[in-house]
């Protein structure tokens, strides 16, 4: 048993069997076996060859005589009792995994092959390589698990996790991440919470010390991840795993109980989505609208949108909402993702020409987009919020183009909402300092935290070099927060927090007591969040504010309020 | 690989030269280990000094041998003979190949 320790990303417990990517999201598995397990892992081996041995099998059925031959070939090798003898020597004597022990021997002789003069043989390396393949498939247990079809619940084990991986995850069948890399804001973090599901990141070498198969306990509350459990600690697990669930049930009985603080303040709880379709799982967890939709996605898959597909999508979230809110956030991508009008390589693309600034570039982009949110309009409330606004022209520049499509649109005819809400994400710093200035122009605020954060505190958050540095406790950040919120009071208007902060439990309290009104989440916090919210009272809120107020150093903040939040919600800490 | 010949074990040995265009690629050394495989007697062909078991095809091929060079086949065993001879009749008839 071996107790690896990581940094904690997504509460909760997750008892599986491992699951090991490599970095192109292929099963990669561990070199050495412990004495006792030679003689298993030989009878392992000698398993895989027939198997191997009958897809040969199958192949040459199918093929035409000449490639039937090279598998013939192919089937040779395996049957070749030299090749056997050397991997059990392997096996036997430098204690290698059997397919450690298969990549060693074919390995040798592929180099060999390489090493000839004669083209003919030369080339045969490439046939070696295939049935090393074959074994190394065949010892995998039948054919190579692919992380899109997994069979039973795991653990999935990679050295980090990008979002194409992601994307592709049978996530139903995902109990757990744990990665060598990352930090709190990498990929794999908002993954794992935005799925409810616990995760633990840098861990430094995770993935040459577990091996597939491999019975682990992932603590996603305290960062361990636990391989290969003796008995007590599997009980002792178990029992915990129990008791959160039993945590996450009592938080879904909350869900149609009110967002409002012990001395009857109410909050508006909103949820964060990227398509359409979550909207059902959002109503579900208690979300009472949409906060901020992402309209990315639409873009990843089509960069030359229709308008037709976008009004879709808007029209059938609104649909699903049935009269609540939804704030459509307008193409915050880089140009990276655009082929004309810009160059699409940028030295400081975060600097660069992206979200609000490349639609003013790209203005075909902005109205079409526009175009199908105000055709949406018609259809339920819908509201418009800019990202990037650094300063108050933007804000003048962008409502000139929205009248421009409003008046193509009066003109064709088409109906849609003529005084539709047009906000801006505050999420640049000078922003936040002019908010007074932007106040006035707009119909509400979103503070961006994700994005204010970087950039006030100059951190690249998936920097692993750096990421520790990405601080939303940070006296500055706070600081920022109340400036927005306090213009946005004097003016009358709505101010929501979409960022990573309003999610997490740590943060809601300081959060009420600077008062932010409108929270808009992740989905799968809004039970714990809606918790917190009901276990204070606002005016004990704004005590603690005066308090972290008076911390300069992030740190002195985040133990603070981690001993806060502690007491109401113990289960996540 | 080598035994000393009992006293009823026949060893035989013979050089037999490469003639086919391509050496001993793939296919004949399928047809090299399959045929070497139908006998009881241990075969070993030999190149320069490299010897390797001929019923192995990994062996074969990590012999790399190419067309013009000479190899050296020897077979230990009751049916000796015959394999010697069967070895060296497939590779003279160029493995089918021409």
Redesign the interface.
């Known amino acids: 048993m071996e107790i690896k320790k990581g940094i904690p990303v997504s509460p909760g417990i997750a008892i599986r069997r491992a699951f090991l990517l490599d970095t192109e999201g292929h099963q990669i598995s561990k070199r050495f076996i412990k004495s006792g397990e030679v003689e298993a892992e030989i009878a392992r081996f000698d398993a895989a060859i027939p198997r191997a041995r009958r897809e040969y099998e199958e192949l040459r059925k199918e093929s035409n005589p000449e490639i039937a031959?090279?598998f013939?070939?192919h089937q040779?090798?395996l049957e070749?009792?030299?090749?056997r003898d050397e991997v059990v020597r392997w096996i036997q004597e430098s204690k290698f995994t059997p397919e450690y022990a298969v990549a060693r021997t074919f390995h040798k002789?592929i180099k060999?092959?390489q090493a000839?003069?004669?083209e003919?043989?030369k080339?045969?390396h490439i046939?070696?390589h295939d049935v090393e393949q074959r074994l190394l498939k065949a010892l995998a247990g039948g054919r190579a698990q692919d992380v899109r079809r997994l069979e039973e619940d795991v653990v999935l084990i990679a050295h980090d996790l990008t979002p194409s991986q992601t994307a592709n995850l049978a996530t139903t069948k995902v109990s757990g991440f744990a990665t060598d890399a990352g930090g709190r804001t990498s990929h794999t973090a908002i993954v794992a919470r935005a799925l409810g599901i616990p995760a633990v990141v840098g861990l430094g070498n995770i993935t040459s010390e577990v091996a597939n198969g491999d019975l682990v306990i992932l603590d996603g509350t305290h960062g361990k991840v636990i391989i290969q459990p003796d008995e007590e600690t599997l009980r002792e697990f178990r029992a915990k795993e129990k008791q959160f669930i039993e945590f996450e049930r009592s938080l879904t009985e909350l869900r149609h109980l009110p967002a409002e603080t012990l001395d009857g303040h109410p909050l508006t709880l909103l949820a964060n989505i990227e398509f359409p379709e979550e909207i059902a799982t959002a109503l579900e967890n208690g979300a009472e609208g949409i906060g901020l939709y992402r309209t990315e996605f639409l873009y990843v898959t089509d960069p030359e949108p229709d308008e037709e597909v976008h009004f879709k999508a808007y029209r059938r979230g609104v649909e699903q909402l049935d009269g609540r809110p939804l704030v459509i956030r307008t193409l915050d991508l880089g140009a990276d993702k655009f082929t004309e009008g810009v160059l699409p390589i940028e030295p400081n693309p975060f600097l660069g020409c992206r979200s609000i600034r490349l639609c003013f570039v790209r203005i075909d982009l902005f109205k079409a987009q526009l175009r199908a949110i105000l055709r949406a309009t018609a259809y339920g409330p819908i509201k418009i919020m800019l990202p990037m606004i650094t300063s108050l022209s933007e804000v003048r520049k962008a409502k000139v183009i929205i009248n421009d499509v409003m008046e193509d649109l009066h003109r064709e005819k088409v109906p849609f909402e003529e005084d539709v809400e047009i906000g801006i994400m505050v999420e640049v710093p000078s922003a936040a300092l002019i908010a007074d200035f932007l106040a006035a122009e707009v119909d509400f605020f979103s503070i961006g935290t994700n994005d204010l954060v970087q950039y006030t505190l100059a951190v690249d958050r998936v920097n692993e070099r750096v990421a520790d540095l990405y601080q939303p406790a940070h006296p500055a950040i706070l600081r920022l927060i109340l400036q927005v919120i306090e213009a946005g009071r004097r003016h009358g208007i709505d101010v929501s927090m979409c960022g990573e902060m309003s999610g997490e439990v740590v943060y809601t309290i300081p959060l009420l007591g600077l008062g932010l009104k409108t929270f808009s989440i992740s989905p799968g916090t809004i039970p714990e969040v809606k918790k917190v919210i009901r276990s204070i009272t606002q005016k004990e809120a704004v005590q603690v504010v005066e308090r972290i107020f008076t911390f300069s150093e992030a740190k002195q903040t985040d133990n603070y309020l981690r001993e806060k939040a502690k007491r109401i919600i113990p289960q996540l800490f | 690989m080598e035994q000393p010949p009992g006293e009823t074990e026949k060893v035989v040995e013979r050089h037999v030269k490469l003639i086919n265009k391509y050496g001993l690629h793939a296919r004949p050394a399928t047809l090299l280990a399959e045929t070497a495989n139908g006998f009881g007697a241990q075969i070993t062909i030999r190149k320069d000094d490299q010897e390797v078991n001929a019923k192995s095809i990994f062996g074969i091929m990590m012999l790399a041998a190419e067309s013009g060079s000479t190899l050296v086949i020897r077979a230990v065993g009751d049916d000796a003979g015959e394999a010697v001879a069967s070895l060296e009749a497939l590779i003279n008839k160029k493995f089918n190949e021409e």
Do not use: T
Request: glycine share 4%.
């Open positions: 031959q090279i013939g070939f040779m090798m070749d009792p030299s090749m002789k060999a092959l000839s003069r004669d003919h043989i080339l045969r046939d070696f």
